[in-house]
């Protein structure tokens, strides 16, 4: 077993890293940008390196820093993590190459399934069904022109190089197609230095599926099930969960079984995880793309199947067999994980930025979360504002909803606007709690949600007096009461020891904030 680990990450995912190695008795080694000298991922490792400015462009992306930390800490492997430099090939070549080991896939398993094109030839060799359309690139318009009428539209045009629907298009008739091609071929080179793009018939309405597949150096290759990941907000995940509402053993099985030959194809080691569509009719499945990192969802998977897919990701970078076998594999309950942020969503979901000066973390039976942040921490401009991924399980899928609701009511995030309200309404959903999820789920909930407030909005004139009155005062009280819960906060904060002082100065602005709202209802 390695003695240390350099984690070339920050946030939750370095935080994780860092508990699973503790588990194992090797020594953590946090790299950081100069806004995250006071991070939780820091405060929790034996050692600490600066890598550079905030921007990660100039630190968290930067391949010779991160390997100098390594090798000045004597590290002997590094794990990347997700996002950064995880599906990064020549990271982890370079890695290689500097005698270190990367924890996760070969870079040759990486570039063949990193590149879109190639990883649907994969599929294909491994029999399984992908999206009808391309494997090879588009050579020009007409071309696309061409292949777009065979397959029948719409159909979707996607980057090669890309993937998490970037530089992805819709094109509902031959009309859109030219303007399409272009923008999805500039769009892809600038997002990814390749102007690539291939053609696949677009499904309607699909379920977004994943297997999660993992594979050791001893020619074991298994998978440990699917998750439900429909629902999504511009292409980022927002609630996954473990099993998928529709699941059925015979699905899963079929599925695990076409995820588990595409790894073996492309030789692959370490977890991985298989995307497929699946028409929610008939169930049919396709392969969509291939993740070769470990994913932010992996808890939902964890906490149904009890394996810890971190420990087993080190285990296996340091040549030990998997520590269980495909028939080992159990799913238990079911496990519900929620993305929070800190974004507005009343605000289009913009990010906010900010301290964190108030932190209550939920806990309590089968609830887990995986934060990243502590209280007082600042959550930067520059990085993913995601500042924790809470899951619940149950035994179904109602009790693990009811622990969930639960949960999402005991957080508090103070100082900073997070997508907590967001959840809290989305698991009160009819729609959620049934199941009937696919990938338009948001924007309905959206529609939903715009019509109803609509039916709730009464204009104050229609509002007979007595009833005026009575709003005033409740607003008066709701005012009244979260101004003092601020109040003592900030004294508690402080470390004031005169907050019952607070409280008599408190009532006479209660009877105030009373008085004027009565006042302005009137007016
Ligand atoms: C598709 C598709 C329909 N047909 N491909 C979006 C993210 C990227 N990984 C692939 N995506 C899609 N690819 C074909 N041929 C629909 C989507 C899609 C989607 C997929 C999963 C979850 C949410 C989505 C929202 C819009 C579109």
Same mark, same amino acid.
């Given at each position: ?38 991070? *939780? ?42 996002? /950064? ?30 590149? @879109? ?18 494997? #090879? ?28 629907? @970037?530089?992805?298009?819709?094109? &509902? %008739? ?11 071929? %500039? +769009? ?39 998750? +439900?990941?429909?629902? &999504?907000?511009?292409? &980022? ?19 695990? #079984?076409?995820?588990? @030959?595409?790894?073996? $194809? ?8 298989? #995307? ?15 993740? !070769?990192?470990? &994913? ?8 149904? !199947? ?15 067999? *998997? %520590? ?49 942040? +502590? ?12 500042? %924790?991924? *809470? ?7 109602? #009790? ?22 967001? /959840?809290?309404?989305?698991? $009160? ?9 696919? !990938? ?9 949600r715009n019509e109803q407030h609509k039916s709730n909005v009464t204009d104050i004139a229609d509002v007979d007096e007595e009833r005026r009155r009575d709003m005033a005062i409740i607003a008066a009280a709701l005012d009244y009461t979260s101004a003092?819960?601020?109040? *003592? ?20 602005r209660w009877r105030l904030a009373g008085r004027a709202a009565l006042h302005n209802s009137r007016s």
């Amino acid at each position: 077993m390695f003695r240390k680990i350099l984690i070339a990450n920050r946030g939750e995912i370095a935080v994780r890293v860092a508990r699973a190695c503790r588990d194992l008795g090797v020594a953590p080694v946090a790299v950081f940008s100069e806004a995250d000298a006071a991070a *939780l991922h820091v405060r929790l490792c034996d050692e600490a390196y600066e890598i550079g400015a905030a921007p990660s462009i100039e630190s968290y992306l930067r391949i010779d820093r991160i390997i100098d930390a390594a090798m000045r800490s004597g590290a002997e492997a590094i794990h990347p993590g997700y996002g /950064f430099l995880a599906e990064n090939a020549d990271f982890a070549r370079a890695v290689r190459d500097a005698g270190l080991i990367f924890i996760g896939p070969s870079p040759e398993a990486m570039e063949l399934m990193g590149s @879109k094109t190639s990883a649907r030839r994969v599929a294909i060799e491994a029999g399984a069904t992908v999206v009808p359309g391309t494997t #090879e690139p588009l050579k020009s318009y007409e071309d696309a022109r061409d292949t777009a009428q065979r397959f029948g539209y719409p159909v979707m045009l996607k980057a090669s190089a890309g993937g998490g629907g @970037k530089g992805m298009r819709l094109v &509902q %008739s031959e009309d859109e197609l030219r303007s399409a091609f272009e923008t999805a071929q %500039s +769009e892809a080179a600038a997002a990814f230095g390749n102007a690539e793009i291939y053609l696949e018939k677009a499904i309607e309405r699909p379920r977004h599926i994943e297997i999660q597949i993992f594979a050791d150096t001893h020619g074991n290759t298994l998978h440990l099930g699917e998750r +439900e990941c429909s629902i &999504q907000r511009r292409h &980022q995940k927002v609630i996954e969960e473990c099993p998928s509402p529709i699941n059925d053993p015979d699905l899963r099985a079929r599925m695990g #079984e076409a995820a588990v @030959k595409i790894a073996r $194809r492309a030789n692959y080691t370490g977890a991985g995880t298989i #995307e497929f569509l699946v028409a929610d009719a008939t169930r049919d499945f396709y392969f969509l793309e291939m993740n !070769t990192r470990l &994913q932010v969802e992996h808890p939902v998977t964890e906490l149904v !199947t009890g394996f810890d897919l971190v420990r087993e990701q080190i285990t296996v970078a340091a040549g030990a067999p *998997l %520590s269980f076998a495909q028939a080992d594999v159990a799913w238990r309950g079911h496990a519900i994980e929620c993305r929070v942020y800190a974004e507005d969503p009343d605000n289009n979901f913009l990010p906010a930025p900010g301290k964190i000066n108030f932190l209550r973390v939920p806990a309590g039976a089968a609830i887990r979360d995986d934060g990243g942040v +502590e209280e007082g921490a600042e959550v930067s401009i520059y990085y993913d504002p995601m500042i %924790s991924k *809470l899951a619940a399980w149950g035994r179904t899928r109602a #009790e693990a909803i009811d622990r969930l609701r639960r949960a999402l009511d005991e957080y508090t995030v103070g100082g900073i606007k997070t997508t907590l309200p967001f /959840f809290r309404e989305i698991v $009160r959903d009819a729609d959620f709690i049934e199941g009937r999820l696919d !990938t338009g789920f948001i924007e309905r909930f959206f529609a939903r949600r715009n019509e109803q407030h609509k039916s709730n909005v009464t204009d104050i004139a229609d509002v007979d007096e007595e009833r005026r009155r009575d709003m005033a005062i409740i607003a008066a009280a709701l005012d009244y009461t979260s101004a003092r819960q601020n109040t *003592l906060t900030i004294a508690a904060t402080q470390g004031d020891a005169s907050v019952s002082s607070v409280q008599s100065h408190e009532e006479s602005r209660w009877r105030l904030a009373g008085r004027a709202a009565l006042h302005n209802s009137r007016s």
